[in-house]
């Protein structure tokens, strides 16, 4: 309270001089104008963070769109899970591909999901891990049928 006691004499003229400004003057005062250029440098640099983490993003989704038709292209190769147990990984551009095969039954459903009678059809589950610098990228499991019995 002593401070703006102290104070109020030195600023009050200031604040006096804006205040009897005539009323036929024409443009922006210095403060005017300061406060509207710090408003509008916290707009841009808000705007500029915003379309910099936008262009991370799409730079994100398209390696993630790139991971995925890598997966994709290795499950295509075989037909059988024997095919893919030939070649276990590989590299396709800067992505490193592994397929692991593992015997599992598949019970067989119906249109409305009921399971079919019968014995489960001899299958494996196939897991394709696809990454790029040692980081996973994608990780797709699907389910190939066995040429013959495992």
Known sequence: MTVTCCLLPLIDPIFKSFRRAPRN???????????????ASIALASLYRSVGQGSKNVVDVEARVEASLVARSAVAAGTFAEDLMRQDSGRAGDWNWRIQVAPEPVQMMDESGRPVAGPPVRAARVTVEVSKDGVTAVTWTTWKPYRSAP
């Open 25 to 39: 003057q024409r443009g922006f005062s210095l403060l005017e104008a300061l406060v509207a250029m710090a408003i």
